[in-house]
């Protein structure tokens, strides 16, 4: 079907994309994955590019556009080639929005320049080695000063993507504790330089997949952080949580359609190339059927992500429309990878092959950014459940 959410701008940006993977990323790519990050220099290269002003209004350096589909678009041609640009899409699609709505005036012109050149790359900090899906249980503090100038911040955080490259951290914590009534009270945002005196970042940890991404634990010991750097207001950001992890899900749900079309079209070419018996795999018909079912499922993909994509343009993505997009189709991404690298044979568990990363890559699609199990409970919720 053809499809109708992108225009010229996109299509043309989508070359440009395309072109600076194969030149700038897949060329390097497998070094980066081994050693676990990509260089800084990629980033300073993508905010040449424009990538990660997109949707930073013109006056701190940005192009000013609104919509999230420039956003879809890079999803689409980083899976398209088995490769990531490591925490570069925390910094644009999960950290910016945050900023760009709560920041205020001086904070914009403060950071946002940077933030577009690459040269401040941020981070954000929310899952505690003790908690992750219940976010209202974190226990990093920030206590104000008694003369009112700064916050004194304490606590841990892990599986921070981008943590250890970031210069700037968005760190959840809680300003004032949890009440019988309210548990999600009392927390808020601090953007926390991360060459403050006790900002500490610990292990790199080791991945199954994603593995040019580096994901950090990060630790806090009476790191002093200005007023200057609370995000929006003191005790709201349970609120600002709600309101912005619908984008991200909805980027996590592109991202595993994305990898499930190139997922059916890598093994599209390996088995017409592979001979089997005396005949290419291809010529099987498993592999037409399998195919054939892969194929149906990255249009259903298509088809929701397409129209989550339209939502949340028109400001209408509820909270439960994005889990909804996110649950299904991170957990057919799961099948259709899985079904494409078994026509791989024992090839598909090569890392010379780019179905056994995207195998590995898509797993914590269902894990991160709330787990399925999350998902369903929201989901179930708003049918009243
Ligand atoms: C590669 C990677 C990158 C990440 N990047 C970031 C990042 O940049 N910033 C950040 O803040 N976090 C990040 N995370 C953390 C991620 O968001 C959490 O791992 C996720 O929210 C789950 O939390 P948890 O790991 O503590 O699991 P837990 O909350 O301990 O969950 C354990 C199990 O219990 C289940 N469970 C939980 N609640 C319920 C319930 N109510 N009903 C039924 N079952 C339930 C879960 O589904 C899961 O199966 C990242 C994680 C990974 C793996």
Request: some cysteine.
């Amino acid at each position: 079907m053809r499809r109708t959410v992108f225009n010229e701008d996109h299509e043309a940006f989508r070359e440009t994309i395309r072109d600076f993977i194969a030149a700038e990323v897949v060329p390097h790519y497998q070094e980066w994955s081994e050693q676990g990050y990509v260089p800084r220099e990629l980033y300073r290269k993508l905010g040449a590019l424009g990538v990660f002003g997109i949707e930073v209004p013109e006056e701190y350096g940005g192009a000013g556009e609104t919509s999230f589909k420039f956003n879809a678009v890079l999803s689409e041609e980083t899976a398209r080639a088995g490769v990531s640009f490591g925490g570069s899409s925390v910094h644009t699609a999960l950290c910016l929005p945050y900023l760009l709505k709560y920041g205020n005036e001086e904070q914009k012109k403060r950071w946002l320049p940077r933030f577009v050149s690459g040269e401040t790359m941020t981070a954000i900090a929310m899952t505690e080695p003790g908690t992750g899906s219940d976010l209202a249980g974190m226990k990093t503090t920030a206590k104000l000063s008694e003369d009112g100038t700064h916050y004194v911040l304490n606590g841990a955080k892990t599986f921070i993507t981008g943590g250890a490259q970031a210069d700037r951290v968005l760190v959840c914590c809680r300003t004032a504790p949890p009440t019988p009534e309210d548990r999600r009270g009392g927390i808020s945002i601090l953007v926390v330089d991360a060459h403050s005196e006790g900002f500490a970042v610990g292990r790199k940890l080791d991945k199954l997949g994603l593995r040019a991404s580096d994901t950090a634990e990060l630790s806090f010991t009476d790191v002093e952080v200005p007023v200057e750097d609370l995000l929006g207001e003191e005790g709201k950001a349970f609120s600002y949580l709600t309101h912005n992890l619908p984008q991200e899900r909805l980027g996590i749900a592109i991202g595993a359609y994305a990898q499930s079309a190139a997922a059916v079209r890598f093994a599209k070419e390996y088995t017409k190339e592979r001979t089997v018996f005396g005949k290419e795999v291809a010529s099987f018909q498993n592999t037409k059927f399998v195919l054939a079912d892969c194929q149906s499922d990255v249009d259903a993909m298509q088809a929701v992500v397409d129209r989550a994509l339209e939502a949340l343009d028109a400001g209408e993505l509820t909270p439960a429309d994005a889990a909804s997009a996110k649950l299904f189709t991170t957990e057919r991404a799961a099948h259709v990878i899985d079904k494409c690298l078994q026509l791989h044979g024992g090839y598909g568990y090569m890392l010379e092959y780019p179905i056994s990363s995207l195998y590995a890559d898509t797993r914590v699609s269902r894990i991160y950014g709330g787990t399925s199990e999350v998902m369903r409970s929201i989901i179930a919720k708003s049918m009243g459940l």
